[in-house]
């Protein structure tokens, strides 16, 4: 009779010992076969663009999107204004597919300055939730042709000169479910001199922050500050405040900004007026980006 309660004892031990083991085997197998997948964190920004200027998003592969902008200013000191609501008027038509997860590219045209601009953007690092990669980069390189002279920028003759390029590093981070912000050193080849600047080769440093408002609401601002501007001419830098809000497929952008172009290039550089609430430095847009998804996504993508 005493050697039974040294049995049940022995035999426990013996088990949960070689449970143990064979648990611990089939974990290794288990780990081995199903290796850990990183976990990205998803919509750093909800668009490939802040307001005007590109994010540091990219878009999920197959995804086709058409987005179609508006812009109406008045001028300062119009007495002869017959416009009901403003007194311009800039729309804007553009198309960017992604060709990968990590690869987008796009084009588009304006009517109010005739610039016709393409663009391709590349993610070199996406941000992680297990913190391993605290942040997210994107390298995006673009081209914009001005086809006719605006405001008072006197453009040259010969078609090369009206090219202009422009190359950008976006870093950015997620700081919460709430809180996004980036930076975006930026390099700007012009074709031709132009007021803002007696060098064709400029630099710019840009900001972008998102906060998230509700499911569907965020808040959005951009600004680019652009080093060797001239002194005394009549040009600012790049100031946007606007609205995110997503429906579905269709994600509505409501924007103030002193720029009243949608070309990336334009929009840093030829804002004839500061950002205030007087006609002239307030420009209203709605910028509509309808989603297309050209090819149904595996739920096991999002991680990888």
């Not at 700081?175 to 630099?203: A, C, E, M, W």
């Not at 030829?270 to 090819?295: D, E, M, Q």
Request: glycine content about 8%.
């Amino acid at each position: 009779m005493k050697s039974k309660p040294l049995f049940l004892v022995s035999f426990c031990l013996t088990f949960f010992f070689a449970v143990g083991v064979n648990g611990q085997e089939l974990l290794d197998i288990l780990e081995k076969e199903s290796p850990k997948m990183p976990i990205y964190t998803q919509a750093i920004f909800k668009t490939n663009r802040v307001l005007l200027t590109q994010s540091v998003e990219t878009r999920k592969k197959g995804t086709l999107e058409f987005i179609l902008g508006t812009r109406y200013w008045n001028i300062p000191n119009n007495d002869n204004s017959q416009s009901f609501a403003a007194d311009r008027f800039s729309g804007h038509f553009g198309m960017q597919y992604a060709v990968s997860d990590r690869f987008t590219f796009g084009a588009g045209i304006t009517s109010y300055d005739g610039i016709l601009n393409g663009f391709a953007k590349y993610r070199l690092v996406r941000q992680r939730q297990d913190k391993n990669v605290p942040i997210g980069i994107t390298l995006v390189q673009g081209a914009s042709y001005f086809s006719r002279d605006f405001l008072r920028y006197n453009l040259p003759l010969n078609s090369s000169e009206r090219l202009s390029y422009v190359t950008q590093a976006i870093i950015a981070r997620k700081f919460d479910r709430n809180f996004s912000f980036q930076v975006s050193p930026t390099y700007i080849h012009s074709g031709s001199g132009q007021p803002v600047s007696d060098q064709k080769d400029l630099f710019l440093m840009g900001f972008g922050a998102r906060y998230k408002l509700g499911n569907h609401v965020s808040l959005a601002s951009e600004y680019g500050y652009l080093f060797g501007r001239n002194e005394g001419e009549e040009d600012f830098n790049l100031f946007s405040l606007g609205v995110n809000w997503e429906v579905g497929d269709l994600i509505m952008q409501f924007s103030m900004s002193n720029a009243k172009s949608f070309d990336d290039i334009s929009s840093y550089l030829f804002n004839p007026n500061n950002f205030h609430f007087r006609p002239g430095g307030l420009h209203i847009g709605v910028n509509a980006t309808y989603v297309l998804h050209l090819k149904k996504r595996n739920p096991d993508s999002l991680k990888k």
